[in-house]
């Protein structure tokens, strides 16, 4: 149950993403923009929360991973190639923004195989490559910006979202350790880097009269506490059992992601207000999802009593 409401809070995270504004004023939108940044790496680490420490067979993995993920996808490519009124023979980019992430999960996919292996036999080691990972693609760029003295590494060749997946094998093995520190570490952990990311997004706009918002883009300094503590929070609760409301609504959340921009489309032709098109968009998004899930289990159950019967 933990995974389920780390995985609801990305996917509210990474529709606001696309909603939020500053219609409220730009403290709100940087206030908010800090804490929604979040949504894409929690997602990354439940993967790697799940998936690292499996024992299966590569065949099995792939079959399994790949076979739940592409269909869809498959799918959905050719629903919005025709809601962004693209041509089959002349696209030459993803047919949403939003598939970016797909392709980037699928990519981690095809080096799970691998980073078992790795972590099975050098797991101190690893540990070890993602500090440095840390340090030259979320520490260097945050101190090169503001000319503090940088770390000496051109072109690390660990780079992306790479840590996050890692990390959350970590989370899943450590857990036990995670258990006795004390929640009001982990929240402080994560205001630290909420004011950070806020901090050094006015600090630049007072004194440049820029709006940068790299200080809270998925790879920042600040994104990346505020990640790792508020993925630790939750990890830490012992839930005796997975509540079924939350695990329909989590097991939806795959369709809700594919389909989300499509809603929010229309939520904006009613009415283009932030906490409305919000709202719209999440809700229908999952109650889509919901049904798809449904439906699809009704369809797989009437498929295998129509073997058996056979």
């Keep these: 149950m933990n995974i389920d409401i780390i995985r609801i809070f990305a996917f509210v ?4 993403l696309h909603t939020l504004n500053r219609q409220y004023g730009l403290t709100v939108w940087m206030s908010g923009y800090a804490v929604i940044s979040t949504g894409v790496n929690l997602f990354i680490m439940i993967s790697g929360y799940l998936l690292l420490d499996k024992k299966e067979t590569v065949k099995d993995f792939f079959k399994k991973r790949f076979f739940s993920i592409l ?3 498959v799918v959905f490519n050719i629903v919005y190639i ?9 696209i030459k980019k993803i047919s949403a923004p939003h598939f970016w992430y797909i392709y980037m999960i699928l990519g981690l996919y ?17 540990f070890y490559v993602v500090i440095l990972w840390f340090l030259c693609n979320v520490l260097n760029p945050y ?3 503001f000319r503090l003295p940088k770390i000496p590494f051109s072109h690390f060749p660990i780079t992306g979202f790479i840590g996050y997946y890692i990390l959350g094998y970590y989370f899943k093995k450590y857990r036990h350790k995670l258990e006795k520190i004390p929640f009001m570490y982990i929240i402080a952990v994560y205001l630290a880097g909420f004011f950070i990311s806020v901090l050094s997004t006015k600090y630049v706009l007072v004194t440049t009269g820029n709006r ?26 012992n839930f005796k059992s997975r509540n ?8 939806s959340t795959y369709f809700a992601y594919l389909i989300h921009i499509i809603v929010l489309h229309h939520a904006i032709e009613i009415k283009d207000e932030m906490i409305f098109k919000s709202v719209v968009t999440i809700i229908e998004s999952i109650i889509m999802g919901v049904l798809y899930n449904y439906i699809k289990r009704i369809f797989d159950e009437f498929c295998k009593r129509y073997k058996k019967n056979r």
């Design 110 to 126: 095809l080096l799970t195989p691998w980073l078992r292996k790795v972590l099975q036999y050098a797991e101190k080691e690893t």
């Design 212 to 237: 940068i918002s790299d200080f809270f883009d998925k790879n920042s300094l600040g994104t990346f506490f505020m990640s790792i503590s508020f993925f630790a929070f939750w990890i830490k609760f």
């Design 82 to 90: 025709y809601f962004y009124n693209h041509s089959f023979i002349t």
């Design 244 to 251: 079924r409301i939350i695990r329909v609504i989590s097991d």
């Design 143 to 145: 101190i090169q910006f």
């Design 71 to 73: 269909p869809l996808f």
């Design 13 to 16: 995270f990474i529709v606001m």
